[in-house]
């Protein structure tokens, strides 16, 4: 999180935002935890690197949800009262762990397309895609590496733009892997009213994803810009990292629902037959085990 330095008489309102930015998050951390079990009670024949994906995921929502709660524990019981000057181990603890989370995501997201793809278009799109996710990726562990040798909040805004940077290239990056899995997707109708439904509804999927985590990464950018010297961001900043994690795993978890709808018959993968790209669509036979991430030893 960016610390922002707060006065004795406007800590209440402050750390307001805070505590609205905790609870959502738990909240969120919540679901986080149902997912997670969901996953390995009814997935149980995805691959062991799938497995330990979510395992981690679930770990590092568990860390998240424990510096953000510490950090306000912090704030708000220990010193309450008092005026805030020293920056605490659980804030930048928590930028590197929403840093992380974001681009494992991401680079979930990017193998899928890899693996959708074929020639230029595999190259060039997962060349830039994984370009933008290393620049957020490596902007917010400079700005937590900066918070923890200033250690005083009042220096902290002269490293705010490490910070904005990172959002904003999260921000674009979660556009863009939207856009070409859309358009990859979108490519891939084959005129069959149910394969076509599929697709819809896989779109309907990836859009929701990418809609969710860049509106809540925009909020923050925003809010920052707007009010840097109070804490109004911090509820978007608190929840982004959850919300990354519970999109990711209701997209996995969605694909015995897709099942029950007819559209496979094979309880492992779901593909789609018949579909012959194009020379120039930039798009391989696709297969709803690679959209949705589905892998089998």
């Not at 679901?31 to 770990?59: E, H, P």
């Not at 899928?112 to 997962?126: D, N, T």
């Not at 830039?128 to 957020?136: D, F, Q």
Request: net charge positive; charged share 10%.
């Amino acid at each position: 999180m960016a610390p922002v330095a707060v006065t004795k008489t406007g800590q209440e309102t402050q750390w307001g935002f805070g505590m609205i930015g905790v609870v959502v998050a738990s909240v969120f951390y919540g679901i986080t935890c149902v997912q997670t079990y969901t996953y390995y009670v009814n997935y149980r024949r995805d691959s062991w690197t799938l497995k330990l994906l979510v395992g981690v995921l679930w770990a590092l929502g568990s860390a998240h949800t424990a510096v953000i709660t510490y950090t306000a524990y912090f704030y708000v019981i220990i010193h309450f009262g008092a005026p805030q000057t020293v920056i605490v181990w659980s804030q930048p603890a928590h930028v590197y762990i929403i840093s992380t989370i974001a681009w494992i995501v991401q680079i979930f997201l990017i193998v899928r397309i890899w693996r959708m793809s074929r020639g230029i278009f595999r190259y060039a799109s997962v060349t830039l895609l994984s370009l933008v996710s290393a620049l957020a990726f490596v902007m917010g562990f400079a700005y937590a590496s900066r918070l923890l040798q200033i250690k005083l909040i009042a220096h902290s805004q002269q490293i705010s733009a490490l910070m904005d940077t990172a959002l904003g290239s999260t921000m674009a990056e979660d556009i863009l892997l939207t856009i070409w899995l859309s358009y990859l997707l979108t490519r891939s109708r084959t005129g069959s009213q149910q394969t076509d439904t599929l697709i819809n509804t896989l779109i309907k999927y990836t859009v929701r994803n990418g809609l969710v985590t860049s509106t809540c990464a925009f909020f923050d950018v925003i809010l920052r810009a707007i009010f840097p010297t109070t804490l109004a961001f911090i509820p978007f900043y608190f929840v982004l990292a959850q919300l990354y994690i519970v999109t990711s795993l209701a997209t996995l978890n969605a694909r015995n629902s897709l099942r029950n709808q007819g559209y496979s018959t094979d309880s492992a993968s779901i593909k789609f037959e018949g579909f012959k790209p194009g020379i120039d669509s930039g798009c391989s036979n696709l297969d709803l085990s690679e959209t949705l991430g589905h892998n089998r030893e």
